[in-house]
């Protein structure tokens, strides 16, 4: 959590968490439409919606284009430093060990996921970044936010991928 | 390892690997010169730089961007593939959680670096994100290359920041 006082840190309320999962839903059907894989992500501040994106690995050709980090980035960009000390980061599909480890650098305190990720989670399914002791930054982490949507997206997405290369 | 046989896999061979820690070495210095933490990375394959880069976090306002992964991305722009499966990453510093992430996510084989990353180190110091048996992709690691001289250009960074602040 944010080890500011909780006026200075405009967390959202878990009251909010269907709504901003919506927003990175969106995301993640505009990434289908384009032929990437379907997860979504926001930053947000409070009500503020800092930065949306989707996955664009393959339009970029940047094995580092997930929706996480490219969220991270804009709204590191929007707000004029790195540090997203007060911010909240929504994401359909749980993060991978890049994004938590992006996550972790940009001192996110609040993590909110749809989807586990049977491949490659990194917050509960694989390994437990957040839960190692000695990193200079702790982060809150809750999971199962429309889960049922969001891996449904992804799993539509990886059916109908198999049925074009059969 | 490259899965593929030795003819079609040009890794650098060991005896290269100073060389490559040198070229790095200097976006290290280039990065302490620009008041960046002083991390330098190359992407190479077979004799062939791909990209090179240095941490640019402050310049960019961007907690994504070390020096691996502003690389990484580089050399992917660079082959027009995501993929980078017959390159090698070389970079002054053990990898964070992050860069060590997107180096499995890239599929680069070889990892080599200089100095072990006290705070943040995730090939060996804190965890061993290479170790765990059930990514898809595996990534062989030799760290210690020119490790005195990447260690010191850090700590003389440290020093001289904590002097300027003072």
Not at 119 to 137: C, D, M, Q, S
Request: charged content about 25%; proline content about 7%; some cysteine.
């Amino acid at each position: 959590m944010c080890a500011r006082p909780i006026e200075l840190c405009p967390l959202p309320p878990s009251e909010r968490y269907e709504h901003w999962m919506r927003v990175a839903l969106e995301q993640a059907r505009a990434a289908a439409l384009a032929g990437e894989v379907p997860v979504g992500a926001v930053v947000v501040r409070g009500e503020e919606l800092l930065a949306q994106a989707h996955e664009r690995k393959i339009e970029l050709s940047d094995p580092t284009a997930h929706a996480e980090v490219l969220a991270l980035r804009a709204a590191a960009r929007a707000y004029g430093d790195w540090r997203l000390e007060d911010c909240a980061l929504f994401v359909t599909l749980e993060p991978c060990p890049m994004c938590a480890g992006a996550i972790l650098l940009a001192r996110v305190p609040l993590v909110v996921y749809g989807a586990p990720n049977l491949k490659f989670g990194a917050v509960t399914t694989h390994i437990e970044l957040f839960a190692y002791p000695r990193w200079n930054h702790s982060v809150q982490h809750v999971g199962g936010i429309l889960a049922e949507e969001c891996g449904e997206l992804l799993r539509n997405f990886f059916v109908e991928r198999r049925r074009h290369e059969e």
